[in-house]
């Protein structure tokens, strides 16, 4: 059961929207925070706070909505509004936006924060703004979630994708039309997280292709061990690149449940009893050292170190038991002394007295010549050179514009110099070279 606004008024000059509940004493507002830095790219937000919103004496669960490239502002007075547009902010403006929702019998509502971006974000701006939410409001740290269109939809792919680790510190999201490549260090990382995802696009974008989607809520699910739950995806029969207006519709749900509902589903992945883990590795004379460190272990049964040649299956190579087990610091190492020729994927595989599974990390480690890849010039009249000195296989050569919008897709075989003939406008754009979905170079160039 959803509450809806009867009513709003808005009072732009001091960029303030107080909602009000007709019935009531209680006051929603929607206040834009001009200038208050949440992240190195972020020097502005608006602010949501519900019905009866009283800190201290309860947690509320959190919901960031993350803009598109066309929002982009300085995060003033006059650029903030920029943020209002579209999605969950537009729908507060509109009034559209339920005042609680009821799922599982239990009521919840939201603590809705809008950062403004100053430039196209990177995965450690929203590292910020978790921080910087969970520092400033009385948040559910077992319940913040992630939404967004475009270039913020693509921001919260990568993020999660950045790390299992960053991929836990959300509890589910719903990324709209996302711009970034699925890489499948990104897919990998999300389904060992067991990161829940609905993702929505329309079938005929002709801005970030249909397939970017595709691909990743696919990949995640393709994971052995696949993730839990299953990733999703609505794929609209429409064309242009607005999704979100019919992803935010009030109306559209999918097994009874609005996407706002769909999240609040889920609380945040239970941690394993191990805290602060780094794995690290490097090459030492043909042999993989692989090392490990946790802040703290209790009731841990053990670690399994696996290894993989294509970073999707992966074998168990030996397996660790913890040495205190008793809440103290734990250090290990394992050496593999015959690693496969080429690259080599390795993680652990962690296990809890109560059968809680958990992987690490992936970290990659060459045993052969590194592939080295260049391109050139920087400054491109009509020709972008791409020098390989390794033979690639099944190379994607892809050519993104500021906004995220793929200008070139090539396929690229064979080893030495590669001449591209570039017929796109003048500007800045960045060039990405993958092979089987695997991230070999990025570069920035400038079309003259």
Not at 188 to 216: I, K, R
Not at 223 to 240: D, L, N, Q, V, Y
Not at 264 to 270: H, I, S
């Amino acid at each position: 059961m959803k509450k809806r606004l009867p009513w709003l008024l808005t009072s732009w000059p001091i960029i303030t929207i107080g909602l009000f509940w007709a019935t009531t004493g209680f006051t929603q507002t929607f206040t834009a925070k001009s200038g208050v830095s949440m992240a190195t790219h972020s020097q502005g937000y608006y602010e949501y706070l519900p019905m009866g919103y009283a800190p201290g004496s309860q947690k509320y669960p959190l919901l960031i909505f993350l803009h598109d490239v066309g929002e982009i502002g300085n995060g003033t007075a006059i650029e903030l509004p920029n943020v209002l547009t579209r999605g969950t902010p537009k729908q507060i403006v509109d009034g559209d936006f339920p005042t609680s929702f009821t799922v599982g019998g239990t009521t919840y509502r939201f603590i809705v924060l809008a950062p403004q971006f100053t430039q196209w974000p990177t995965p450690n701006d929203l590292n910020d703004i978790l921080d910087y939410a969970k520092v400033n409001y009385p948040i559910d740290t077992t319940r913040m979630y992630l939404t967004g269109i475009s270039m913020g939809a693509g921001l919260m792919w990568e993020y999660a994708g950045t790390s299992v680790n960053c991929a836990r510190r959300i509890s589910a999201m719903v990324p709209v039309s996302g711009a970034t490549p699925p890489l499948l260090t990104r897919r990998q990382n999300m389904a060992a997280a067991n990161l829940p995802v609905w993702a929505t696009h329309n079938s005929l974008d002709g801005t970030v292709p249909v397939c970017y989607t595709e691909e990743f809520v696919n990949g995640i699910n393709a994971e052995e061990p696949s993730g839990s739950p299953t990733a999703k995806m609505t794929i609209f029969t429409a064309r242009g690149h607005d999704a979100w207006t019919a992803t935010y519709d009030p109306g559209f749900t999918e097994g009874g449940m609005d996407v706002y509902e769909w999240m609040l589903q889920f609380q945040k992945y239970e941690a394993l009893p191990v805290t602060a883990l780094s794995f690290t590795g490097k090459n030492q004379n043909g042999k993989a050292i692989l090392n490990w460190s946790v802040a703290s272990e209790v009731n841990h049964l053990n670690y399994i170190v696996e290894r993989s040649k294509d970073g999707t299956r992966f074998e168990s190579l030996s397996t660790i038991t913890p040495i205190s087990n008793n809440g103290f610091t734990g250090k290990y190492s394992y050496t593999d002394i015959k690693p496969e020729s080429g690259t080599n994927f390795y993680r652990l595989k962690l296990t809890s007295v109560t059968g809680n599974i958990s992987y690490s990390d992936v970290i990659k480690l060459e045993f052969n010549e590194g592939k080295s890849v260049t391109f050139f010039p920087t400054l491109v009249n009509n020709t972008l050179n791409l020098k390989a000195d390794y033979i690639i296989q099944e190379g994607k050569l892809r050519i993104f514009d500021m906004s995220g919008r793929m200008m070139l897709d090539k396929n690229i075989t064979g080893s030495g110099t590669h001449s591209v003939s570039l017929t796109i406008p003048s500007g800045m754009y960045s060039v990405v070279l993958t092979e089987k979905g695997e991230l070999i170079s990025r570069q920035t160039i400038i079309k003259q």
